[in-house]
């Protein structure tokens, strides 16, 4: 069992940056995968960005390459998305998972173990 705890979510203007923080327990951090998602009211979860275990490699959904960037502490079992040049369409609950389904995933059925998820509310 891994248990994940989000922070940093919040409201910022169009343009903005924030950074979420993800932390692990329960497990070994370094042997997995992790990915960040994020859903808005009556829509599936999106996949947003996946990191490798050791934090080598990563990749992004389409619409978030060139802003956002994931990356990892090993030694603080933490995963971060950092979050730049934010847009209204940002807007939404992002969550941390560990990720089962092999790199390369991008569908939720492929993550486990969600964090509780934290709003972004970006205005324009």
């Known amino acids: 069992q891994v248990q994940l705890v989000e922070s940093g979510g919040g409201s910022v203007q169009a343009g903005g940056s924030l950074r979420f923080s993800c932390v692990a327990s329960?497990?070994?951090?370094?042997?997995?995968?992790m990915g960040w998602f994020r859903q808005v009211p009556g829509k599936e979860r999106e996949f947003v960005a996946a990191?490798?275990?050791?934090?080598?490699?990563?990749y992004y959904t389409d619409s978030v390459k060139g802003r956002f960037t994931i990356s990892r502490d090993n030694t603080k079992n933490t995963v971060y998305l950092q979050m730049n040049s934010l847009e209204p369409e940002d807007t939404a609950v992002y969550s941390c998972?560990?990720?089962?389904?092999?790199?390369?995933?991008?569908?939720?059925?492929?993550?486990?173990?969600w964090g509780q998820g934290a709003q972004v509310t970006v205005s324009s």
């Open positions: 990191i490798s275990r050791s934090g080598k490699f990563t």
């Open positions: 998972a560990v990720q089962r389904g092999g790199w390369g995933s991008r569908g939720p059925n492929d993550y486990d173990y």
């Open positions: 329960g497990r070994t951090f370094s042997n997995y995968d």
